[in-house]
């Protein structure tokens, strides 16, 4: 059954995504209430409501779920409980489950490998057993037998199981020395060690799946990260269609295989040799999708509200080729950054978040270059840093080996 215009839909998560969804949500005639620990995130100042409570308070929880005809949230490491808990009140998207799993990195690696997907080599490093059979940490184990354990996935990236984001939580080893020291400095927490891949480029499949089954995916975008943080997605991405086809028949089933509802982004590694891996999955929007705002006929905020209210899936068609530019609170760090030099273009958008407070890797907004000549759309780009006086330009920017969003 669908929910109609004017209705109240809840979101878990204040930060940006949130605040796009309200503003797509509020433009088709939705109110919003958000709930979001933070009296200052970007969401708070444009939503119909804000709940300041924390994302497992049974009180706020109960108003959010029972005045909302719909939820859903903004990032993925959101207490999947909540989400199991405001499904006794209203419609719920992404799933408790679904989510779960994509917030967890062995579990997603499991998930991913055992339905048939293509990802790096791994291996969880947990608590590992010794000679004896006894269950001991990695610091007490025998070198030799960690070498034989994983001695094939040197160079590696450990990766911290959960709270992972823009590079943070990972760490390149190459050797079981490096392993040990880099799991100590993780607190210990469980990891996934993958092998490091001789990469060509990254790239994303956003896709949007309703309750009813109905999928449709985005252009696919290409992806450059600068420390482990997305600088720069071009749509559409400059690979082969038999590449681009391929990630985007996956990133369906893997929707499918999910029994996922909402919009959910996977990211792929583009090998050398044309092969493509299943990097890591995100249950959201994403940030590589951002130029969907002005490029396509329906942005993926517009789709997850679609999605939610049980509505058809809007056209995912581009009327023009994006390339899209974060904005990283280091740009602040001589003051106001000079924003004449993004709006005296005519065919630059420019989007800021609403954020307080501007530091060294922070998310503070994007503007996206539209052009019918993606290359074109790319020199522009790259202009545009320069005269921003981004540290390293467009160019320069290389793919992040194996680094996250």
């Known amino acids: ?184 400095n993780m607190n210990r927490e469980p990891c996934v060690l993958e092998k490091l891949m001789p990469l060509k480029t990254e790239i994303s499949v956003i896709v949007a799946r309703g309750f009813n089954g109905a999928a449709s995916a985005f252009t696919v975008p290409e992806n450059r990260h600068r420390k482990g943080i997305l600088d720069v997605s071009i749509a559409p991405a400059r690979l082969p269609s038999s590449i681009v086809g391929t990630a985007r028949e996956a990133a369906m089933k893997i929707a499918e295989r999910l029994d996922y509802n909402g919009v959910l982004c996977a990211e792929f590694f583009v090998l050398e040799d044309g092969r493509l891996l299943v990097n890591e999955i995100a249950p959201r929007p994403h940030n590589s999708g951002h130029y969907t705002i002005d490029a396509c006929i329906t942005s993926q905020f517009e789709q997850q509200v679609r999605v939610l209210c049980g509505m058809p899936l809007g056209s995912t068609a581009m009327h023009s080729a994006a390339v899209m530019v974060n904005l990283l609170g280091d740009l602040w760090s001589r003051g106001e950054p000079e924003w004449e030099q993004i709006l005296r273009h005519p065919g630059v958008k420019l989007h800021l978040y609403g954020k307080h407070s501007a530091r060294p890797g922070r998310k503070m907004g994007h503007y996206t270059v539209l052009d019918d000549d993606v290359e074109a759309a790319l020199q522009l780009a790259l202009e545009i840093k320069q005269s921003l006086e981004i540290e390293q330009c467009l160019e320069g920017s290389t793919v992040e080996k194996q680094g996250s969003e």
């Open 1 to 184: 059954m669908s929910i109609n215009p004017g209705a109240m839909l809840g979101i878990l998560g204040g930060g940006q995504l949130g605040r796009m969804f309200t503003m797509a949500a509020q433009s088709m005639g939705y109110r919003v209430t958000v709930l979001d620990p933070d009296d200052n995130g970007p969401t708070s100042s444009i939503a119909d409501r804000h709940l300041a409570a924390d994302y497992l308070d049974p009180s706020a929880l109960r108003e959010l779920g029972s005045t909302c005809a719909a939820v859903t949230t903004e990032f993925e490491n959101v207490p999947a409980e909540a989400l199991r808990i405001l499904a006794t009140y209203c419609n719920v998207s992404p799933a408790a489950d679904s989510v779960a799993i994509a917030q967890n990195r062995i579990r997603e690696k499991q998930f991913l490998s055992s339905n048939g997907f293509q990802v790096a080599p791994f291996r969880v490093i947990d608590c590992e057993w010794n000679s004896n059979g006894a269950s001991n940490g990695l610091r007490e184990a025998p070198l030799g037998e960690f070498e034989n354990l994983y001695g094939d996935l040197f160079p590696g990236i450990l990766k911290v199981s959960r709270f992972g984001y823009d590079g943070k939580g990972q760490a390149l080893v190459n050797d079981v020395e490096e392993l040990k020291n880099a799991f100590d």
